[in-house]
């Protein structure tokens, strides 16, 4: 049974740092993608990363403030995140897809993925 599951939200203050992990199991993953969703608002893609080459890819929100990374041993992946602003509060979700898919698309298109976890929430305060 496919599973993902997130972990690592909390609160911290802004300017501070979190690192998220997503615990994947049950299936096989060629990537994963990280997604936000803030209250009122739509579910946004933050990081995406392909297993084949470790490319990576970003919103532009988040460029050079968060960092997706795999575990080489397991399907783990982590988003640290760091200089965190208030509009960063949201849910954060890890998803992934039964097949191969691409970043590109997948960053921007959140229903194109299949497999979803139930979030953790991160509250950055001013």
């Known amino acids: 049974q496919v599973q993902l599951v997130e972990s690592g939200g909390g609160l911290v203050q802004s300017g501070g740092s979190l690192k998220l992990t997503c615990a994947a199991s049950?299936?096989?993953?060629?990537?994963m993608a990280w997604f936000r969703q803030a209250p009122g608002k739509e579910r946004q893609g933050v990081a995406c990363m392909h297993f084949n080459d470790r490319r990576t890819f970003y919103a532009e929100s988040v460029k050079g403030r968060f960092t997706i990374s795999k575990d080489n041993d397991r399907d783990t992946v982590y988003l640290q995140m760091d200089d965190l602003k208030d509009e960063d509060t949201a849910v954060y979700y890890c998803?992934?897809?039964?097949?191969?898919?691409?970043?590109?698309?997948?960053?921007?298109?959140?229903?194109?993925?299949?497999?979803w976890g139930r979030g953790t929430t991160v509250t950055v305060s001013a």
């Open positions: 998803a992934s897809d039964r097949v191969p898919f691409p970043c590109q698309i997948a960053i921007n298109s959140p229903l194109s993925l299949d497999f």
């Open positions: 049950g299936g096989r993953y060629t990537g």
